[in-house]
């Protein structure tokens, strides 16, 4: 499976970015979907993360009510999304997509077994 991000950039805080995951997998639907960041000097985080099915998302406290995941699993549309609004300084990382065929332990970093090269948001105060 090859993932690759992109949508991030620069942006003001407050401001809105929306990332983009185009997944290579042949059935999509078999993978759950997951969002992490990396700060500099700071460990890989969890996110956001949605069920192969996009019924069930899951967020880090830190951005629940101002950041959005969705899929879209129409063929020929492998892609999840993430909606980023209200964006603060803090939120400035690189954001990395990764997929699972796991059902469990989605904000666990060790659950997904494959990662795109991830894409730079920069939110400026």
């Known amino acids: 499976v090859q993932l690759v991000e992109s949508g991030g950039g620069l942006v003001q805080a407050g401001g809105s970015l929306r990332l983009s995951c185009a997944a290579s997998?042949?059935?999509?639907?078999?993978?759950?979907m997951g969002w992490f960041r990396q700060a500099p000097g700071k460990e890989l985080e969890f996110v956001a993360a949605i069920s192969w099915n996009g019924v069930n998302s899951y967020y880090a406290g830190s951005v629940k009510g101002r950041f959005t995941i969705s899929r879209d699993n129409a063929n020929n549309t492998h892609t999840v999304y993430l909606q980023m609004n209200s964006l603060k300084p803090e939120d400035t990382a690189v954001y990395y997509c990764?997929?699972?065929?796991?059902?469990?332990?989605?904000?666990?970093?060790?659950?997904?077994?494959?990662w795109g090269q991830g894409t730079q948001v920069t939110v400026s105060s």
């Open positions: 990764a997929a699972t065929t796991s059902k469990l332990y989605l904000r666990e970093v060790n659950t997904y077994d494959y």
């Open positions: 997998a042949r059935t999509f639907s078999d993978y759950a």
